[in-house]
């Protein structure tokens, strides 16, 4: 199961991207909540139903930029690969920063120091890795993101506009404290809806990307060693099944970035199942189906010559 991060000085000091990411959300969440629709909000059902349904998504969001942000991504078990007698044949490589054989898909993250199973990338905004017990978490990260920006952009815009439209009709510096006060509001609104809108157009490509890279098992780091040419993954034994690598097979489990017994990543991501392996697997199974339909027929076929040599 996924451990938690110790907290180190240079954590800490990584922490300053962090400190962005949670300005910028914060910015927005302030305008979009204090500044549009609360103000509104007063026995108007329908105000309070769009705000809850944000607050949904805002909480959703939260929470898996918290689980992504601590869970640790996954370390090398003590020991691993100096036994003899394991089930890889392969040649195992060796770590010379960490002194540990690295496991396949395991790689050393200079940022974090350490060797990282099935490590994808380490993303400086969550100040973390992303490996084999957090990337659910990345992954539904990005998925919020995307839904709370392109639900504040269709909610917000009209009062966007209305700001930008008194901006132009009203001298820009008054000296009433309620002029100013509104200009102040306005330049908020506009600052955090053009944040929404640059954020939600990163997102939708950035989503994009890790999508496809699910759904067909592989990882950044593997996607640059091929220098973003297009390839087959080793490691790819269909779209449902990479997807519950990730994501686990409990389907209630999927939109929370929480495992539990049921819902966790399958594998501890030092072994994987390849492409060829499974098409052996499959054929042995199928060759074994054939075996037992065909033991019926020569059982009643030995019993029909040994009826027929008594006869005799």
Known sequence: ???????????????????????????????????VWLPKAEDNWRVLTLLAVF???????????????TTDPGQVPVFWGF?????????????????IFKPERCHHCSSCNRCVLNMDHHCPWINNCIGFWNRKHFILLLIYVLLVTYYVAFTMALAWIESIQWSLDTYYFSRAARDQEKLISNLIIQVAYMLNGV???????????????????????????????????????????????IFGRNKLLWPLPIFWDSGKPIGEGIYWKTAKSEE?????????????????NRAVATGYGGRQALQQ
């Not at 990411?21 to 500044?35: D, E, K, P, Q, R």
């Not at 607050?55 to 942000?69: D, E």
């Not at 036994?83 to 002194?99: A, D, I, S, V």
Request: charged content about 20%.
């Open 199 to 245: 954020i939600a157009i990163l997102m939708t490509m950035f989503l994009r990307f890790h999508i496809t890279l699910a759904l067909s098992n592989k990882t950044t780091i593997e996607n640059l060693e091929k220098k973003g040419q297009p390839f087959v993954s080793e490691y790819d034994i269909g779209p449902k099944a990479n997807w519950e690598q």
């Open 1 to 35: 199961m996924p451990r938690r991060l110790p907290m180190r000085p240079a954590v800490i000091i990584g922490n300053m991207f962090v400190v962005l990411v949670c300005w910028i959300i914060g910015v927005i969440y302030y305008a979009y909540t204090f500044l």
């Open 83 to 99: 036994h003899l007698g394991e089930p890889e044949n392969k040649r195992r490589r060796y770590c010379l920063m960490c002194n």
């Open 280 to 296: 052996e697997k499959q054929r042995n199974e199928q060759q074994r189906r054939m075996n037992q339909a065909a033991s019926p």
């Open 55 to 69: 607050h949904v998504l805002f909480i959703m969001l939260l929470w898996s930029f918290v689980q992504a942000m």
